[in-house]
């Protein structure tokens, strides 16, 4: 129910629904545009919750190659997911869970498994009824104790794994009150060679959405600049709505802005006529605006960190981005990522690490780039650079002090190295058995005892944290005895499990078995982040006057650094 009880808001007006599709291409930014509209409602007061449908046939994101799909988000309860989630739990700041996350797998592989027992009473399973009144119990079931539940249907109208969603949205909005349901197609609005606003495509993906029996009720058009008056008459002409439900998503420097752009076009106070719930919102001056005040906190300065991966695509380490601009956010600063090529620090590349002031080893699996990953530990450690390993990386520093301090020279990770005589990471017992890759790792929020007097109870003001984590292999309990006494201590820990390390003497060394960029948000950043960036301010060779660094309008920046 609503999160302000001033809004006086009737239980008995029941959920209300906001579908999201996209036409003419994916990638438009559908997600962001939800996750907008919602940030928007929460303002207002309303309890708002989201789905994301993804029509593949994977039943989760887990076993998804970061290059075809993005990072793999991580919920509290251990769902693997698409990373729109992701955005959904920092713009609405709430925690979701699996069933927020409709995939075809998913779906099919239930009511599979229902017509083998069954359940069905050797009716016909179909595709209708049957698939689509799973998908419909699914959305019913994550709206339930939300005012707002918005739905986006990922991919784009007219792919044909999306029809059994399209289709389930229709008969959805048929069994529903027309009050209660508001569909939004998000397009896209090109420019031609002499500078016009085309609105072609958005007619043809109208027209698509139109054929499957649905009529979008707000049209929403992704442009690089805010749309003509005259664009936004034509759309409205051409496509059966009213002029004042064509709203523009033009291209702004940060995707925390797009809140406030749609804000100025009336987007939400749209959307809450639409849905007879002006008079229960909270006044306009009595909204929420902490998130404006947040993501437009001037900027004193700026600071460069290195992402040392093997991914060159920002995509698949989103959530480190987003970390790190919410603890620049905190702190009053830029955070400029630079993408350091793992393969390339291998060969002992340090000029590459020399001009940031800050250095991140992220997780991952496989063994490209872990060479690389150990080599960027290495400097980092010996250099006084202020540095984070999360998972892997946390992994990886513990085998180049291993190597390098302890003099196990071959020590490494079993998951790289099966025959390493020094396995200082194996694998996890309860993982011995297992033999399916998906969702069957360590997965999920885990609590961690932390030691006092230590940075890690520093950063987290507390002698516990809950995280999230994904991994199979862990510190080896048989070299805890050689790494007692060194200045590389454990002051994390779970049960017999090493959970964070840290470095005595050092400016800032930090790892994490866990992710803690999981459950960073806008105003509540990650505390392993905020050290980061705080540490690498303070370790600065720029000054604050030296940092407005002009980077054409982009105040986070991806950049292969190269030797």
Not at 2 to 11: A, K, Q, S, V
Not at 13 to 25: D, E, Q, R, Y
Not at 84 to 92: A, I, S, V, W
Request: one cysteine or more; a negative charge.
């Amino acid at each position: 129910m609503p999160t302000e009880p001033d809004t006086h808001y009737d239980p008995s007006l029941g959920n209300k629904f906001i579908f999201v599709t996209g036409g003419v291409m994916s990638g438009l930014g559908k997600g962001i545009t939800a996750a907008s509209t919602g940030r928007l409602l929460k303002n207002a007061g309303f309890d708002v919750t989201a789905v994301k449908i993804d029509p593949y046939l994977n039943v989760d994101a887990g076993t998804m190659n970061p290059y075809q799909h993005g990072e793999v988000y991580v919920l509290e309860d251990g769902g693997e997911v698409d990373l729109d989630l992701g955005n959904y739990e920092r713009f609405l700041d709430v925690d979701m869970t699996s069933d927020h996350n409709i995939t075809t797998g998913k779906t099919y592989k239930h009511v599979i498994e229902k017509e083998r027992a069954g359940d069905y009473l050797g009716k016909t399973v179909q595709i209708i009824p049957h698939i689509t009144d799973d998908i419909k119990r699914r959305i019913r079931e994550a709206a339930e104790g939300y005012d707002v539940c918005i739905v986006e249907v990922g991919g784009t109208v007219g792919d044909i794994e999306g029809m059994p969603y399209l289709e389930a949205l229709r008969q959805f909005a048929h069994e529903e009150d027309e009050e209660d349901i508001l569909f939004t197609h998000v397009t896209l609005v090109p420019y031609s060679k002499n500078g016009e606003q085309k609105t072609k495509p958005t007619q043809h993906s109208v027209k698509e959405v139109r054929s499957i029996g649905l009529q979008p009720d707000v049209i929403v058009g992704r442009c690089e600049d805010k749309l003509d008056p005259e664009t936004k008459e034509k759309i409205a002409l051409f496509c059966d709505i009213p002029t004042d439900a064509v709203f523009s998503n033009p291209d702004v420097e940060d995707v925390y802005h797009v809140p406030l752009m749609v804000e100025d076009e009336g987007l939400d106070q749209y959307v809450l006529e639409r849905f007879g719930l002006a008079d229960e919102a909270l006044p306009e001056g009595e909204r929420a605006n902490e998130w404006r005040d947040i993501v437009t906190t001037e900027k004193s300065g700026t600071v460069d960190i290195a992402l040392v991966g093997k991914y060159d695509l920002e995509d698949a380490y989103m959530s480190i981005h987003e970390s790190l601009k919410h603890a620049g956010f905190e702190l009053g600063v830029d955070v400029n990522v630079h993408w350091v090529h793992a393969d390339g620090m291998a060969d002992g590349y340090d000029d590459q690490l020399e001009a940031v002031d800050g250095v991140i080893v992220p997780g991952g699996f496989g063994m490209r780039g872990t060479e690389g990953k150990i080599e960027a530990v290495r400097y980092a450690r010996e250099n006084d650079v202020p540095f984070l390993g999360l998972c892997l990386g946390f992994q990886m520093a513990v085998v180049e002090y291993a190597r390098n301090v302890l003099g196990l020279e071959d020590a490494h990770s079993a998951e790289m190295d099966e025959d390493t005589p020094d396995p200082v990471i194996d694998i996890l017992p309860e993982q011995y058995e297992v033999e399916d890759m998906g969702g069957t790792m360590r997965l999920g929020e885990h609590t961690t005892v932390i030691e006092p007097e230590t940075l890690a109870y520093d950063l987290y003001g507390d002698t516990s944290c809950s995280e999230r984590h994904r991994h199979r292999y862990e510190v080896n309990p048989e070299y805890f005895e050689q790494f007692a006494d060194e200045p590389l201590t454990f002051s994390g820990t779970a049960g017999n499990r090493m959970e964070i390390l840290e470095l005595e003497g050092h400016p800032y060394f930090l790892g994490t078995q866990f992710h803690p960029e999981y459950t960073s948000r806008p105003g509540q950043p990650s505390p392993p982040f905020l050290g980061l960036v705080e540490a690498a301010i303070d370790g600065s060779t720029t000054s604050a006057a030296d940092t407005a660094t002009e980077t054409d309008g982009e105040t986070d920046t991806e950049t292969e650094v190269t030797h």
